[in-house]
């Protein structure tokens, strides 16, 4: 898709029928000539502080933990479907859903008026008390699932879903000893933060520990395997992922065989035999990485993986909190498309559209391990919650975004292999169905990461031509486009159109330097 740079702008406003942003944070400005597709939806006209005010509120009574994306935050102010609307009204096409949690996209019509109806009847009562909508929801999720996978726990985030699955694990195995990923983001607890294995989450106190009440010390039982990365790890060839697109990294393997994968399993098996006792607790990944980038495993390697960690007494658990919902686009879960049935599966983010609820589902047996002492969640399962989450089922499967998906996120993953072939800076395409990452770097050859200053101006460009993505990665080198599960194709071409123009613009900052 050709792409075009058009004359800089000086400051005289904005067009919203087509995309001439005024650039804010340099002395040139960023224009392309893609045509925003069309929205019929008005905003509500901002009444609220001005900007100058919301940016000191934020500075003296927000935790400065809670980080804003770009040079100059966004204040947005309302959402429709795959559309955001900023306080002055400036219309942004949404890649990035809230960090991968509106599914259906920013204020469906059909959540909103199941919600609305429910605050007018009742809000909570805890599960001290039965409601129409916890037992009707539990039914609608978990008939979503294979057998045995028919036990639900309904809890109030992703970070809370994967602690409980751990403690669940542990209770069941009456083993200690977990495996995770390197690179693997399960959530922000004290717990859950054991399993997460990024830097930059991690603080410097103990975290994913246990405590022997007869020796009162702390063991750190999470133990961390080798990521089977096939674009950047030391093994990788062109036919090992379930994806339209595959690696520039050459093998010759023969169908039915993968190098990479066998090489990766023994890291794993060398894990198992050195850095374990004989029975472990359990196993979790996600069936795609989310936060480090959307990285990809070799087709076979968690069928493997499930079925060593099981010779092991241990169980396997498949964290879709960003997989989940239809996202991949061929099936419903992501651990489908590993052909594996987990023991415990995690939920969240896309399970209710943007309201605050999670869920682990499980087994009978795993579940009643759980029972054998009391174990209550305040909030989870709330009568709102399930409604919510009834009505984003609901709406996956009346309006087709499970197959949206798959054939809106093939489309780009082509398209945007294309801009790989064009620009020696475009590492890596990945992805499957609108679960999409583009790795960054200095060149294809040596794969270096491309430095997080110039992966940022080719962002804050994207910004400011309407488009809003993630971050992710070890470097924060690799683009995240996981947007509402509604967009379109012509959604698509504005979006690549204006990466193209990003791209193209970047080239031009470096041969100018």
């Given at each position: 898709?050709?792409?075009?740079?058009?004359?800089?702008?000086?400051?005289?406003?904005?067009?919203?029928?087509?995309?001439?942003?005024?650039?804010?944070?340099?002395?040139?400005?960023?224009?392309?000539?893609?045509?925003?597709?069309?929205?019929?939806?008005?905003?509500?006209?901002?009444?609220?502080?001005?900007?100058?005010?919301?940016?000191?509120?934020?500075?003296?009574?927000?935790?400065?933990?809670?980080?804003?994306?770009?040079?100059?935050?966004?204040?947005?102010?309302?959402?429709?479907?795959?559309?955001?609307?900023?306080?002055?009204?400036?219309?942004?096409?949404?890649?990035?859903?809230?960090?991968?949690?509106?599914?259906?996209?920013?204020?469906?019509?059909?959540?909103?008026?199941?919600?609305?109806?429910?605050?007018?009847?009742?809000?909570?009562?805890?599960?001290?008390?039965?409601h129409p909508s916890i037992q009707e929801y539990a039914e609608k999720l978990t008939s979503l699932f294979p057998d045995p996978l028919k036990v639900v726990y309904l809890t109030n985030s992703g970070s809370e879903a994967n602690d409980l699955a751990m403690f669940m694990a542990r209770l069941y195995t009456r083993n200690f000893d977990f495996i995770c990923f390197r690179g693997a983001y399960h959530g922000g607890?004290?717990?859950?933060?054991?399993?997460?294995?990024?830097?930059?989450?991690?603080?410097?106190?103990?975290?994913?520990?246990?405590?022997?009440?007869?020796?009162?010390?702390?063991?750190?039982?999470?133990?961390?395997?080798?990521?089977?990365?096939?674009?950047?790890?030391?093994?990788?060839?062109?036919?090992?992922?379930d994806s339209p697109v595959q690696t520039i990294r050459k093998c010759s393997c023969s169908e039915g065989v993968c190098h990479a994968n066998d090489q990766y399993i023994e890291q794993f098996k060398d894990t198992l035999n050195t850095s374990v006792?004989?029975?472990?607790?359990?196993?979790?990944?996600?069936?795609?990485?989310?936060?480090?980038?959307?990285?990809?495993?070799?087709?076979?390697?968690?069928?493997?993986?499930?079925?060593?960690?099981?010779?092991?007494?241990?169980?396997?658990?498949?964290?879709?909190?960003?997989?989940?919902?239809?996202?991949?686009?061929?099936?419903?879960?992501?651990?489908?498309?590993?052909?594996?049935?987990?023991?415990?599966?995690?939920?969240?983010?896309?399970?209710?559209?943007?309201?605050?609820?999670?869920?682990?589902?499980?087994?009978?047996?795993?579940?009643?391990?759980?029972?054998?002492?009391?174990?209550?969640?305040?909030?989870?399962?709330?009568?709102?919650?399930?409604?919510?989450?009834?009505?984003?089922?609901?709406?996956?499967?009346?309006?087709?975004?499970?197959?949206?998906?798959?054939?809106?996120?093939?489309?780009?993953?082509?398209?945007?292999?294309?801009?790989?072939?064009?620009?020696?800076?475009?590492?890596?395409?990945?992805?499957?169905?609108?679960?999409?990452?583009?790795?960054?770097?200095?060149?294809?050859?040596?794969?270096?990461?491309?430095?997080?200053?110039?992966?940022?101006?080719?962002?804050?460009?994207?910004?400011?031509?309407?488009?809003?993505?993630?971050?992710?990665?070890?470097?924060?080198?690799?683009?995240?486009?996981?947007?509402?599960?509604?967009?379109?194709?012509?959604?698509?071409?504005?979006?690549?159109?204006?990466?193209?123009?990003?791209?193209?613009?970047?080239?031009?900052?470096?041969?100018?330097?």
């Open positions: 898709m050709a792409g075009a740079i058009g004359r800089l702008l000086s400051g005289r406003g904005r067009r919203l029928g087509s995309v001439a942003f005024k650039q804010q944070k340099w002395k040139t400005c960023v224009s392309t000539q893609a045509k925003m597709p069309p929205c019929d939806f008005v905003p509500e006209k901002y009444k609220s502080y001005s900007y100058e005010r919301m940016q000191k509120i934020r500075e003296q009574n927000i935790s400065p933990s809670l980080r804003m994306y770009y040079k100059k935050p966004l204040l947005l102010h309302q959402g429709h479907m795959q559309w955001l609307f900023d306080y002055k009204g400036q219309r942004y096409l949404d890649l990035f859903a809230g960090i991968v949690t509106v599914s259906v996209g920013h204020c469906h019509p059909k959540v909103t008026i199941a919600t609305q109806k429910q605050l007018a009847r009742l809000w909570h009562t805890t599960n001290i008390y039965m607890s004290p717990y859950a933060l054991g399993l997460t294995s990024i830097g930059l989450y991690k603080h410097g106190v103990a975290n994913g520990f246990g405590c022997s009440t007869v020796r009162l010390l702390f063991f750190f039982k999470i133990n961390r395997t080798m990521l089977p990365d096939v674009f950047r790890g030391p093994w990788g060839g062109n036919h090992c992922r006792p004989k029975t472990i607790a359990g196993f979790i990944a996600e069936p795609i990485q989310g936060v480090n980038g959307v990285v990809q495993y070799p087709r076979s390697f968690l069928k493997q993986a499930y079925q060593l960690v099981r010779e092991r007494g241990g169980v396997c658990i498949s964290d879709e909190v960003q997989t989940g919902f239809g996202r991949t686009g061929s099936h419903f879960w992501g651990f489908q498309t590993h052909d594996v049935v987990p023991d415990i599966v995690t939920l969240a983010k896309g399970i209710g559209n943007g309201f605050p609820m999670a869920a682990v589902v499980t087994t009978k047996e795993i579940a009643s391990s759980l029972a054998q002492n009391l174990h209550i969640n305040t909030f989870g399962g709330s009568p709102l919650a399930c409604v919510v989450g009834a009505a984003v089922l609901d709406a996956i499967e009346e309006d087709g975004l499970q197959k949206n998906s798959e054939d809106v996120g093939t489309y780009m993953l082509l398209e945007l292999a294309k801009l790989r072939r064009k620009f020696e800076i475009v590492g890596d395409v990945r992805g499957k169905g609108l679960m999409i990452g583009i790795e960054m770097v200095t060149d294809k050859d040596s794969r270096r990461p491309l430095p997080a200053e110039e992966v940022s101006q080719i962002w804050e460009d994207c910004k400011d031509m309407g488009i809003l993505i993630g971050r992710g990665g070890l470097y924060s080198q690799t683009f995240r486009i996981k947007p509402p599960m509604c967009i379109t194709k012509k959604d698509v071409d504005f979006a690549v159109e204006v990466f193209h123009t990003a791209l193209q613009r970047h080239m031009e900052r470096t041969a100018a330097k």
